[in-house]
């Protein structure tokens, strides 16, 4: 620790942390541009500059740029020294000589860190009055809107865009102050990462374009704390909605989670809340209309009426909704929705997390760890924002380089060199080539079975207990011997893997390594398929499969499905089958799908943003969302569905289903914790969902009527629909919006941290459930390796960021960055079959039964005898993960398979 002076006062502060974050850690006000807690110290745009003096005799001191410069213990500086004031309002003088001034119709008025500092230094009057820079805009694709007038030329762009996430087509042309930041040409930007040049962008250089579409201010927007649903991850998010419809999503911080980044998909998927697929009637078989009443009452006949009814969960609903049709039909027949695959891989990874004694890390964790291996899992594909956090743990080795060097860790440029000469150990071993290969030490592709014989490999390595897995060759036994040699040797080494390759033995692969490292710090973080997958996991439940089983059985004649579409799950003809034979069923969903088109009675559900619930991501933390609005008739959250048929039910409110799951299930009973109930107030009062400059409100339905309507009640959360009441001091997990007097920017965020970068003040939202405890067996069931066999290929189902993800599909963004849909085949498997890239080949079952017609496009990377397809597209339904099939050139005119049998 140092101290220092600061304007005449004494601060105990963190030695060697530099000046800017400190002060602003002290909740002092010193304006910045290039500066980011997530980039490190650029020293570009000299906004920060203070005086320091030599020492207490020195009256003049010195300007310096408080980002560069390092605290030092007995250290005196001034923050509203004159000179220092001056040289601040001189300087963003001359950065507005370029900008325009036409903030009352630009996009980030009312949320820009420009207009922040601007007024902050004081600067309010332009004397320029000469011409003005312009420059033309780009396309960048469906997720961002440019305009490059309005830029400073601070450099946070390209240093988040190349530097932080590893992507190359955004750069910086130009010289001196006549500079252009964009791509070569027109196109989208290939980043998975690329909206957070929305926020990261200090003016309006890098807009949302999805929320252009249907506009409106930050202080118009309703907002309330909520979850991502988009992947395992639980990162934090904001949505804002304004007329009943959701605008936006913009990033909540979350010290041990997301931090201040969103990937793609969280970020713009959010558009399927409104998309012309929502369900918002009721509907039941053979009647024209439906009201509330009526569904109710058809509900609860079906329910008196059936001979055993199944419930088929979802791991894409709350911990409340799957425990309120759990109770509803019983836990005999509680079914979790999921493949025997599925079910079983999730089964194994939750073992392993509660009773492997192997610490589960949080994203923040993931980027500490200083040697990596990732076994079988597409990271930016499969958990994207885990793999942004595994791009800034591979510099760690840099930074022990720099600490030795004296460098500070916050010298980003300098730190960025160094890492050329540091590489951190990162070992990839996946089914082909994935987007973090670029920062990979090694790279090595096979498939399930060949990935999880490396894996045994590794662990027998390290670990002469662990099983050695027969017939390796010596390459595979090098590379496992130098892949151990790198974990032995760290301090928090890291083991990656999940469900994605759709293997068991991978798993336990990944575990048996975690738990051959010595006992220093060793860490295991699994990748799932579904925002609540591991919920599902913990509460338990039966397969799918033993679900179609029962049915066929005659042990129920009745079906209640819950938020999933189950013809994603298994294949036509047994879900055809299932339904057709089930006498009710009845559907609870938010969007249209094959599932719902059966159902005889159709119930309207809200989506994540109309209303509230507990989801656990894949490091066991549960956290709480909370409805942004309120839905409108009839739609109702699948917790109200469902609690409205049970006869004495004792629960009546969202609180009382959160603590009777958590009385339930031991390894659920601190979810009550993860956020406050709806009973927590104020002073009084209630939290506000509205910001305090919210406009409108006595004239939003003046085309309705002239009188102002009450505002709706919401018993069920401590928030308000309204402006009315505070959010001073209220924990962060019910933390509305961030705004500090002076900070309308998404900066405003440091103002709520313990230090700029670090935990929110009273602590981060959400609760682990769980910790390392325990241990396991070694596991030793070992697969052959696997023999391609002539004319007939192994599909494998590989995840995508854009398109495999049910919920996000649905966004018309998201949708426009879909990639085409084709089959990937190594090169050999191409010259077998005579075809080249783009050909389309016929893919048939072993009988010879045609599947469908599909373009090629060859992959160097994909092992020989294996099909590689993408997860989830609807398109591909028909086909799965471990399927064999055999391929023969088609016809140029081909028709698809659809076509052929319609």
């Known amino acids: 620790m140092a101290r220092i002076e600061i304007d005449g006062e004494l601060h105990t502060v963190q030695d060697g942390n530099n000046l800017l974050s400190t002060c602003l850690s002290l909740g002092l006000d010193l304006p910045y541009f290039c500066w980011h807690p997530a980039l490190g ?14 020492d207490a005799d020195d009256q003049q001191g010195h300007l310096v740029m408080a980002c560069m410069t390092p605290v030092q213990d007995g250290m005196r500086i001034a923050l509203t020294a004159q000179q220092a004031r001056q040289f601040r309002r001189d300087n963003i003088e001359l950065l507005m000589t370029n900008h325009p001034h036409y903030c009352p119709v630009c996009e980030e008025g009312g949320e820009c860190h420009l207009q922040d500092m601007t007024l902050l230094t004081g600067h309010t009057m332009r004397r320029f009055r000469g011409q003005k820079r312009t420059h033309d805009n780009q396309y960048l694709g469906p997720f961002i809107n440019h305009e490059m007038n309005r830029c400073i030329a601070c450099y946070r762009c390209v240093r988040f865009y190349n530097d932080y996430a590893g992507s190359d087509d955004l750069q910086v042309f130009g010289i001196h102050n006549n500079v252009y930041f964009g791509r070569f040409e027109d196109g989208a930007l290939q980043s998975e990462f690329s909206g957070n040049l929305v926020e990261v962008c200090p003016t309006g250089v890098f807009t949302d374009k999805t929320f252009s579409a249907h506009y409106a201010r930050k202080w118009d927007l309703q907002t309330a704390p909520s979850v ?4 395992s991850l639980g990162c934090n998010v904001a949505p804002g909605e304004r007329y009943g419809e959701l605008r936006r999503i913009v990033n909540r911080y979350h010290g041990e989670v997301n931090g201040y980044l969103l990937c793609d998909r969280g970020r713009f998927g959010y558009d399927f809340v409104n998309s012309p697929k929502r369900i918002r009637k009721l509907h039941i078989a053979g009647q024209a209309s439906c009201s509330v009443t009526m569904a109710t009452d058809k509900f609860h006949t079906m329910l008196q009426a059936a001979d055993g009814v199944i419930g088929i969960a979802s791991p ?5 909704a799957n425990f309120a049709l759990r109770a509803l039909v019983g836990e005999d027949n509680f079914f979790l929705g999921l493949d025997d695959s599925e079910h079983t891989l999730l089964n194994a990874i939750h073992e392993v997390m509660r009773d492997g004694g192997i610490h589960s890390p949080s994203l923040q964790e993931i980027e500490q760890a200083d040697a990596i291996l990732i076994l079988g899992e597409d990271v930016t594909h499969s958990a994207p924002r885990m793999a942004l956090s595994l791009r800034q743990a591979a510099r760690n080795a840099a930074f022990a380089l720099a600490s030795k060097l004296h460098i500070q860790p916050w010298q ?7 890492r050329k000469q540091a590489p951190t150990p990162v070992f990839i071993a996946s ?3 994935t987007r973090l290969d670029d920062i990979a030490t090694n790279t090595w592709h096979g498939g399930p079975e060949d990935l999880a014989r490396l894996g045994f490999a590794i662990a027998h390595n390290l670990n002469d207990a662990a099983p050695l897995p027969a017939a390796l060759n010596e390459d595979q036994q090098a590379l496992a011997a130098n892949i151990a040699r790198a974990l032995r040797q760290a301090q928090r080494p890291l083991i990656v893997s999940g469900t994605s390759c759709s293997s068991l033995a991978v798993i336990q692969a990944a575990y048996n390594i975690a738990r051959a490292l010595p006992e220093s710090a060793p860490q295991l973080a699994f990748t799932l398929p579904e925002c609540n997958s591991l919920g599902m996991a913990i509460m338990g439940g039966k397969p799918l499969q033993q679900a179609f089983a029962a049915m066929n059985q005659g042990l129920a004649d009745s079906v209640v499905i819950l938020e999933n579409d189950i013809y994603r799950r298994a294949s036509t003809q047994q879900v055809d089958a299932f339904l057709e034979t089930a006498r009710h069923v009845v559907v609870i969903d938010s969007l249209q799908n094959n599932t719902t088109e059966k159902a005889a009675l159709l119930l309207a559900t809200a989506t994540f943003a109309e209303s509230e619930g507990t989801l656990v991501n894949n490091e066991g933390r549960a956290q709480r969302y909370f409805p942004v609005y309120p839905v409108t008739d009839p739609v109702r959250a699948s917790w109200q569905w469902l609690l409205s048929v049970m006869t004495d039910s004792p629960w009546a409110h969202h609180d009382d289903l959160t603590s009777a799951c958590a ?22 009062c209630k939290i506000p969902r509205q910001p305090q400059r919210y406009s409108g409100r006595t004239a939003m339905h003046a085309n309705i009527a002239v009188s102002e309507p009450g505002q709706p009640s919401d018993q069920e959360t401590p928030f308000t629909f309204s402006m009315e009441g505070t959010t001073a001091k209220v924990p962060p997990a019910v933390l509305p919006v961030i705004w500090a007097p002076g900070w309308d920017s998404n900066q405003a965020i440091n103002k709520f941290q313990e230090e700029t970068g670090g935990s929110l003040r009273a ?5 682990r459930l769980f910790e390392a405890s325990g241990t396991q067996s070694w596991f030793n069931d070992i697969p052959p390796a696997f023999q391609a066999q002539p004319g007939v290929w192994k599909v494998i189902m590989l995840p995508h960021i854009f398109g495999s993800e049910e919920l996000s599909l649905q966004s018309p963004a998201i949708a426009e960055r879909c990639p085409a849909v084709c089959a990937l085949l190594h090169p050999l498997d191409a010259e077998t079959l005579a075809i080249s890239d783009c050909d389309t080949v016929a893919i048939r079952d072993p009988s010879g039964t045609l599947i469908m017609n599909m373009p090629i496009r060859i992959e160097k990377t994909l092992p020989p005898g294996l099909l590689g397809l993408a997860t989830g597209r609807p398109e591909l339904q ?11 050139k088609s016809d140029p005119l081909a028709t698809d398979v659809s076509e052929e049998r319609s």
């Open 41 to 54: 110290s650029a020293g570009a745009c000299r906004q920060c500059a203070i005086l320091q003096y030599r």
């Open 228 to 231: 991502c649903v988009h992947c």
């Open 316 to 320: 894409r609903a709350s911990l409340e």
């Open 412 to 418: 980003d440029a300098a730190v960025r060199e160094l």
């Open 431 to 433: 089914i082909c080539s």
């Open 663 to 684: 009385g339930a299930f031991p390894e659920l009973a601190t979810i009550v914790a993860a956020a406050p109930g709806a009973d927590y107030t104020v002073e009084g």
């Open 763 to 767: 602590g981060d939202p959400g609760i």
């Open 878 to 888: 028909p086909l799965q993960s471990g399927m064999l099939v055999c391929l023969h």
